[in-house]
């Protein structure tokens, strides 16, 4: 099974940044897209951001403007780079592999105002 490992996240105060990181192994062949989810207190888990394998990316409403996701330079790495951060953004943020589906983890995030 397709391990994916995340990393970057911390505690923080409002208007802050964060990256957050997800990494599957480079051997691994088929991830056609990596995206995050993030789950706050006593809330359903919800879409963040999305990039596909060409590039194109896909975020939510409440993130437009402040998140950015993107491939680092090793095959199978992502990055979310997280700007002016709000206590909304507080939750657990979970990685996701597309075309060899799998999930991470997961990593805290706290905003703190």
């Known amino acids: 099974q397709l391990r994916l490992e995340e990393s970057g996240g911390g505690v923080v105060q409002a208007g802050g940044s964060l990256r957050l990181s997800c990494t599957a192994p480079?051997?691994?062949?088929?991830?056609?897209?990596m995206l995050w989810h993030r789950q706050a207190p006593e809330k359903q888990r919800e879409f963040v951001a999305r990039?596909?394998?060409?590039?194109?990316?896909k975020y939510a409403d409440s993130v437009k403007g402040r998140f950015i996701i993107s491939w680092g330079t090793a095959k199978n790495t992502m990055y979310l780079q997280m700007n002016n951060l709000k206590p909304e953004d507080t939750g657990v943020y979970y990685c996701?592999?597309?075309?060899?589906?799998?999930w991470g983890q997961g990593t805290q995030v706290t905003v703190s105002s």
């Open positions: 990039v596909a394998r060409s590039g194109f990316t």
């Open positions: 996701a592999s597309d075309g060899v589906f799998s």
């Open positions: 480079d051997n691994v062949d088929g991830i056609s897209g």
